[in-house]
Structure formats: C-alpha cells, structure tokens
C-alpha cells in the first residue's frame, strides 16, 4: 500500500496517513480518559506533538490544530 504521493519529485504522506495516524493516538487518549490515566494522557500528548512537528515538516499545508482536534485533544 502506497502512504505517500510524488509531487514535484518530493514525497508526501497522504491525507489518509494523517487521519489514521490521528485516529490511533485518539484511541490512546480515549483510553487514557475513560480510566483516568494521566501518564498514559501525557504520553499520548507528547507522542501528537512529536507526530505533528514531523507531519509539519513533511507538508506545509499540515494543520496541526486539526490534527490536535482529530486525536482528541482540543
């Protein structure tokens, strides 16, 4: 399975990467909450942050605020 598209010689992670890459942090900060797990919620965070710095960097157009609201965190 292709995750990336060539634009102009450069790759670029899909839209569908982003989406299922935000739905399995969300999983993890559903859980965090739903059992009042305050480490596994700080991880969670942390590993998004890190996700959306990397994302960012690999497509400019990458709405961190999105991608915040799709893992559950805003």
Do not use: W
């Amino acid at each position: 399975m292709d995750c990336s598209i060539t634009l102009k010689g450069l790759h670029m992670l899909t839209r569908k990467v982003f989406e299922q890459v935000a739905a399995s942090v969300k999983k993890s900060v559903d859980k965090a909450d739903a059992t009042n797990n305050a480490e596994l919620h700080r991880f969670a965070e942390d590993m998004a942050m890190e996700l959306a710095i990397f994302f960012g960097r690999e497509n400019p157009r990458f709405d961190r605020d999105r991608f915040y609201q799709a893992c559950g965190l805003l």
